[in-house]
Structures are given as structure tokens and as C-alpha cells.
């Protein structure tokens, strides 16, 4: 059929598409709505018997009205909540003795055994039979990937002036990238108050209010099979991948040689069996889709929409701001004639999504329009288009805080966002970065593995493709255009003149220096 032959992501839009029309015609059926409070009739009054982890409430207090609406009786309160749709919030008023009569919002629950929830379990389960396969890759695929991707940098000796300067400039444009994604989320909070009617269960996770010694304690693993054994320990076996990588780079003879071929292979096999499951990410949309949109309706998108702008905005600032700085400041380039030079590659990167299928188009851009040294060209932007993800890091930062602030504020056990938890965050995104460019959805994985170590549920990472398609073109265009800028500013510290928009150079326009090998 022509439709299975359509790119991955229209097959996530016709998907996205289908689940929202389930999820309306589901919607129109009977969903019983109720809150977590329990009432009990005492002297023909509603009275709570069982607060259901709702936070103010106590057993005993007098109802007096729901969602603005005098209770009255005990059948009034039965009669003024069957009114109710599921996934919204409704103000309870409550009388305590001793205590002024006050307002607790709750949420609008779905009875489990109404016709609503007896059509949306199919797609439950088939939304958390894909989510189980995933998990059971994250793991192995982080494990082999990083390992993998340290060994293919080689030993850090061999580098030379070239090779450390991109690593660092890398390392540093990915976390200021992270830093420039936290702050939009942290001052526009797209996720508090959001109406996403996700699983509300949440794990306990110990490290809080871990101060920073702490946060790098809990990366070192006692144990790292029982380390390998839980997904929600990925820091202590990304910390491990980065180590055991390096110490075979140190390797002399066929030991070092096997050992590279091995993981080498093994991430072959992990991307092969993640490439097979994620080709059913249509299908688990729909289920998604249809089962969050047939509980609360449209509002769930509408939330989205402000995640989506926040996003933009972070990339935006990157892109504008923090790298045109770095080349001004650093490279002593002028930004905007660096740009004009480097639009087709960017444009290319807008359009195709890809960093890998945009190199040709960057090296020749880079080389011919930048003028920049052949030398560092050659070096730096095979390795970014491997290791540099400066949008897909912000992205992934970004996406995880919003889903922690949605949680933060929803079922009996709210998660706690605390700046131990974001710099955790940071850490992850940031290290884990090392080997995510081959896998396949990057992104959708990282932040999956991220939500696993949070331990949140992690269901709400597919809800966020419904917004990927146009935030995978900015967050791809961002990245090629820091691999541009690498070329340039690491060509310029190594003496490199006539590059596009150089500026200080004596003359104008020559064409640009080569400088030292690699390994010089």
C-alpha cells in the first residue's frame, strides 16, 4: 500500500489524525464521571469518608459545594457531579470546625467500569505493550551506544590541539543549549496547570534534595549489573559506558580491536530490533491519542501548543543569541555573514530533518562559501553530525521538565521538581548525548530513558509528537548550524584567515589557512 511507504513522520500525523477522530467518537459515549474524594451520607449531608490523596481534605469535612454549586442534601452533590465531563477540575468548598470554609480543587476522574473506559482499554493496552517494548531497549541501546560512540572518538592522547578543541566546543554549545532550555521552562512553566489527563502515578525518586556531592555520588554504580538491571539507575550506566569506552581506547593489541567490534556489532543488533518497533510508533499514537483525547477531549492540545512555543523560543534564543556570541566573541567572525554563508546547509537541515543526509551539503558549504580550513572542516563535522545534538538536547531537557511539572501537580503523590531533580537532568541529557545521534528517534528515546530514571511515567513522551514534526526541523537546523560554527571558530583558534565574515584578518576575502592535523 502507498501509505506504508510515506516518510515516518506523515505516518505519525495520519496517526495523530485517526486518534483524535477514536477519541471524539469515544467521547460520545458514557464515562460516569467522579472525583478521587469519597462522600458519605451523615444527617441527609455530604461528608467526606475518604480523601483519596487529595491534599486539604479530611475525613469529616462537610461538603458545601461542588465546582461553585450549593451541595445541599447528599443526592444534590450525586446529581451535580453526574453533570461533569472527566479530565477537568472542579472547586470543592469545605466546612471544618474550628476553620473558615475553604476551596480544594480536584480532579474530574473516569468511573473504570463505565462504556467510556470499557472502550478505551484496547487502546491502553496496546499503548502500554509498546511503551514495555521500548523500555526493554533503553539499557542495552544506552549501554552499546555510548560505549560504542566513546571508542569511535579514539583515545584522547592521539586527538591532538583540533581534536580537543571540537570535543570542548561541543561539550560546552550542549550545555549551554540545556541551560538556555531549562531557563524558558523554568520561567514560563508550560506544565503547571496543563490538562494532559496522563497515568498520575509517580515513583519516589531519593535525590530531591540532594545537594551536588550527592547527585555525583548517586552516578557511580556499587554494582553495575544491578545498576544494569533498572532503568531507573541510567546515570550509573551511562557513567560506566563512558568509562569502559574510554579504557578500551587504552587497549594495545587485538584485545582493544574485538572489544570495539563487539559493542560496534551490538549496537548494529540494538538499532535493528529499536528500527522494528519503533515502525509501530503509528499505531501506538493512535492508541495514545484515542485514549487521551476520548478521557478529556481537545484541551489536551491546547497545552501542547504552549509547550510548542516554549520550545521554539529556547531554539531560537540558541540560534540567535548563544551561537552568533560564540562566533563573534570567540571565533571573531561576524555572525551575519556567517549565516548568509552557511543558509544552504541550514535550509537543508530545515527541510530534511537530518543531520547525516545534510553533511555533504555542509562540508562543501563550509569548505567553499565559509572558506573555512579544509583540515578542521574534514575533522569536526563528521564527529558533530555524531555527537553534536545542541537542539535535540535542549528538546529533550525541555520535554522532560514539562512533563514534571504537569506531575508535579496532579494524583495523591504529586512529583516533587526540585533543582537536584533538573540538574540530574542536565547530567543525563548531556552525558547520554554521547552516543544518541545513531539511534534511531533520538529524541522520543532520550527522553523516554530520562523519564524511566525520574521514575515518571513515561506514556507522556508519545503525547509530545503530536508537536515533533515542526520542532524536528528547528531542533535539526540548529544542530548543522553549530557544527558550522565549530568549523569556524576552531579554524580561526588555529590561525585560519579569510574565512566568510572573518574579522581583524589583513586581507579580505584569502582564502582560509589550513591548519594542523588532527594528531599535530
Known sequence: MKILKLSKHWLVLIALVVGVGVGLLIQQTDAQARIPVKMAEVSGTAQVQDTGGVKGVQIGDKVLQLGGKDVGDFTAWESLLAGQSPGGTLNLTLQREGVDDFSVPVKVEMSPDSTRARWIAPFDFIASLFMKLLKMLIVPLILTSIISGVVSVGDPSALGRIGLKTMAYYFMTSLLAIVVGLAVVNVFHPG????????????????????ASDIVLD??????????????????????????????TKLSGPGGGLLKQLFESGFEVMMKMAEFILKFIPIAVVALIARVVGKTGMDVFEDLLVFMGCVALAIAIHFCITLPLILRFVGRINPLSWAKAMWPAIITAFSTSS????????????????????????????????????????????????????????????????????????????????????IPSAGLVMMITILQALKLPTEAAFLLLAVDRPLDMLRTATNVWSDTTCAAVVSRSEGATGLAGALGDERDGEKGGDAPPPGG
Open 192 to 211: 503547571i496547570g496543563a490538562e494532559l489527563n496522563l497515568t498520575s502515578s509517580v515513583g519516589e525518586k531519593d535525590f530531591g534534595h540532594a545537594d
Open 219 to 248: 552516578m557511580v554504580p556499587e554494582n553495575i549489573f544491578g545498576s544494569l538491571s533498572s532503568n531507573s539507575t541510567i546515570l550509573q550506566v551511562i557513567f560506566f559506558s563512558i568509562l569502559f569506552g574510554f579504557f578500551i
Open 355 to 438: 543531520s547525516s543526509a545534510t553533511l555533504p551539503v555542509t562540508m562543501r558549504t563550509v569548505k567553499e562559501s565559509g572558506r573555512a580550513s579544509d583540515t578542521v572542516s574534514s575533522f569536526s563535522l563528521p564527529l558533530g553530525a555524531t555527537v553534536n545534538m545542541d537542539g535535540t538536547a535542549l528538546y529533550e531537557c525541555m520535554g522532560v521538565i514539562f512533563l514534571a511539572q504537569y506531575y508535579s501537580g496532579v494524583g495523591p503523590n504529586p512529583f516533587e521538581l526540585t533543582l537536584g531533580i533538573q540538574t540530574y537532568v542536565v547530567l543525563t541529557a548531556l552525558l547520554a548525548s554521547v552516543g544518541a545521534a545513531g
